[in-house]
């Protein structure tokens, strides 16, 4: 067992007070030789952990799951969720979590290692992770963070001086990922499923103690809870859609209660502007494309809603009613993000009737003539159209004639509309290519400066630097981009 004090670990594990339905104590299986080949220091330094400790053969003992940090309680979380629209059974297969770190704000956070080995819920599998979509995940929702988008984060990656067979051998890898919490739409569905209405209402109580303690005290609390998660869920996938990103899994099992995005396995970011695009290589139906992602997002919730039923109303009538009376928040909310979001970018400052109507001609011009979506965007903030598949075409010049005129009609400065559009519209995203030319130099080559390198680029995506140009350029192939689970 590692002495937390030496590595500031300041642990608690409210979760594995809860009933015994919601998790399995587990252990993480031990590896064969741990080594630390990413770690990030502004996070760990946030958590109020000691770097230079984290750095040493013990930190990376501790990531890998060799060593149990003192005051750990490991568990494996149950939980349910709807995959493609089959409801099945499911829980950390290959995820462990360690503990909960209390940070030197008092804030409560996950610490959880995937691909740490076997679990009761691996069901078949071998509980493990390739380093590849665990570097993958990293970069990611670091890209992610920095974008201003709520997410889990990465705080380490460990190779396991093993192999992996998928398709082929491979070389075997944990990741470190803190949470606000992997409390999920599917662990309420495990538990409406399999528990008692006790056990839900202590679920419930949870989550709203962790992450929504302002209405605890509310007439209706499970109600506001309801409200919160879909406020929650509404912004978020709103501010996906703004910068072109693309979950690709978006089970009830990757919905999380607080509002982090969750679950980097097929996920990627639009090149070519069109609302169908899919990367996921198992999305044969397309249910989770680009254009699908604000409905599934409001399909997901109205499972969440379904599982609180119990807890709304003593009558089953006026809990439905309820309930649908929240969920029918979702779409409007979510609108008013999106159009809030897309008038930034476009540097509007106030409101219009016909600003939508505005924005959608801009996407269907987009859409026509196969525009870079990102790419578009950062050449209106700066006026380089000659940049774009758009210059020239009569629907774009009427389109910014008319965009122009509504600038033109707000109080605001052209200076204060530019830097709108600039804080609203990033020099850079993760480039498809650009990911996987990281990951090939660190997987196949044992070289992370390419990583390294990227994740500097990405760490301010609204600097505009003359350095981030070359990680705006498009991939000169034109064989369509695949993603895979990473199971």
């Not at 008092?106 to 509980?127: A, N």
């Not at 050449?379 to 159209?385: K, Q």
Request: net charge negative; charged share 20%; hydrophobic share 40%.
């Amino acid at each position: 067992m590692t002495k937390s004090k030496e590595t500031g670990w300041n642990l608690d594990n409210s979760y594995a007070r809860l009933p015994g339905l919601f998790f399995s104590s587990t252990n993480p299986t031990p590896v064969r030789s741990p080594k630390l080949v990413i770690l990030n220091n502004k996070l760990a330094e946030s958590l109020g952990l000691n770097v230079q400790a984290l750095q040493s053969e013990d930190g990376a003992a501790v990531f890998a799951g060799n060593e149990i940090p003192e005051g750990a309680s490991p568990l494996a979380q149950a939980y349910g969720g709807h995959q493609f629209g089959h409801f099945n059974m499911l829980g950390d297969g290959r995820a462990v979590l360690l503990s909960e770190q209390i940070t030197p704000r008092d804030e409560r956070v996950d610490i959880q290692l995937k691909g740490s080995g076997r679990t009761p819920y691996s069901r078949g599998g071998d509980g493990r992770a390739a380093l590849g979509p665990m570097l993958r995940e990293y970069i990611i929702s670091e890209a992610m963070y920095a974008l201003g988008i709520p997410t889990t984060r990465s705080l380490a990656v460990v190779t396991t001086g093993e192999l992996v067979i998928r398709e082929t051998k491979l070389p075997g890898a944990i990741l470190t990922r803190v949470a606000a919490s992997h409390l999920r739409v599917g662990t309420f569905q495990y538990v409406a499923q399999w528990g008692t209405a006790r056990e839900l209402r202590i679920l419930a109580d949870y989550a709203l103690h962790r992450h929504f303690p302002e209405v605890e005290a509310g007439e209706n609390q499970y109600l506001s809870l309801l409200q919160e998660v879909v406020k929650r869920q509404a912004e978020l996938i709103a501010k996906w859609q703004l910068v072109g990103f693309i979950h690709g899994v978006m089970n009830t099992d990757n919905m999380t209660i607080s509002g982090e995005t969750i679950d980097y396995g097929p996920c990627a970011f639009m090149d070519t502007y069109d609302p169908a695009t899919v990367f996921s290589s198992i999305d044969i139906q397309g249910r989770y494309a680009y254009g699908n992602q604000p409905v599934i997002g409001g399909w997901n919730l109205a499972r969440f809603a379904e599982a609180l039923l119990p807890l709304l109303h003593d009558d089953e009538e006026q809990a439905v009613e309820l309930a649908q009376d929240k969920i029918s928040d979702f779409t409007k909310l979510y609108h008013s993000n999106w159009v809030a979001g897309m008038r930034a970018k476009l540097g509007i400052f106030n409101e219009e009737a016909e600003d939508e109507a505005l924005i959608k001609e801009l996407l269907s011009v987009m859409k026509k003539h196969r525009a870079d979506y990102t790419n578009t965007f950062r050449a209106l903030t700066f006026d380089t159209l000659e940049d774009t598949a758009l210059l020239g075409t009569p629907e774009f010049t009427e389109w910014h004639e008319r965009w122009q005129t509504r600038l033109g009609r707000q109080q605001e400065s052209k200076d204060s509309s530019n830097q709108l559009m600039r804080n609203s519209n990033p020099a850079l995203i993760p480039r498809n290519h650009r990911v996987e030319e990281a990951l090939e130099a660190a997987v196949e080559q044992g070289d992370y400066s390419v990583m390294e390198r990227l994740l500097e680029m990405l760490s301010n995506p609204y600097a505009h630097s003359a350095e981030q140009a070359e990680y705006s350029t498009l991939p000169a192939s034109t064989i369509p981009y695949r993603t895979f689970c990473g199971t």
